[in-house]
């Protein structure tokens, strides 16, 4: 299971989600009171081990922009979180690093298809129009969860939204996903990692798996 721990805004908190075993974090690029600029990401980035994956996420920002910070910040990954077309996705490509693209729940059988075949993996989020993640809530699990069956032949799936230590269990239950993704569920505030809630949410994610 790949776990990923989004929102990272300082070094204690990379160090502490990296020693709870996840598998990647995600620094915001975007306006959000968890942002951080590339340049204190690349500081972070910088004192990580090399395995962990380095996910920079933006919203409705240009091609040039967050290629020039993913070169700055030396991230391995791309999140596009905004109503970005399809060709972005293509374009990011040549930067040799791995795009994942964040869909609202309510909009995956619309929007699914034109992704899937250009990502790497397709996030299911319970984001609005107005506020595209960190909203602390779920989307409708046992509405989505036929779709998201059927998908997940196609390409990777990651769940998101409202995700927390003790409901992460049943959403990989539910979705059997290639991965999940935390924010505010593992959060003291926005911004502010709580580690033990981090240590619990991957530890539940791994079991999960398992079980």
């Not at 959060?187 to 033990?196: C, I, L, T, W």
């Amino acid at each position: 299971m790949w776990v990923k721990i989004c929102g990272t805004t300082n070094l204690d908190d990379a160090r502490a989600a990296v020693e709870a075993g996840a598998d990647a974090l995600g620094f915001i690029f975007a306006p959000s009171p968890r942002r951080v600029s590339p340049r204190d990401a690349k500081k972070i980035i910088a004192q990580l081990p090399k395995e962990i994956e380095k996910v920079g996420v933006f919203v409705n920002q240009g091609a040039k922009i967050i290629g020039g910070t993913v070169e700055m910040a030396e991230l391995t990954a791309v999140q596009l979180h905004g109503d970005e077309e399809p060709e972005m996705a293509r374009t990011l490509r040549r930067l040799r690093v791995k795009v994942y693209k964040a869909l609202p729940a309510a909009v995956l059988e619309d929007e699914a298809d034109r992704f899937a075949e250009v990502s790497d993996a397709l996030f299911v989020d319970a984001g609005t129009e107005k506020k595209r993640g960190g909203t602390g809530k779920t989307f409708d699990w046992e509405r989505a969860a036929p779709l998201v069956r059927l998908l997940r032949r196609r390409v990777k799936i990651v769940i998101a939204g409202g995700l927390e230590p003790g409901n992460v269990g049943r959403a990989i239950e539910l979705f059997r996903p290639w991965g999940v993704d935390a924010v505010s569920g593992v959060e003291k505030e926005p911004g502010k990692k709580d580690h033990e809630k981090v240590r619990a949410f991957v530890k539940a994610a791994k079991e999960a798996e398992r079980s």
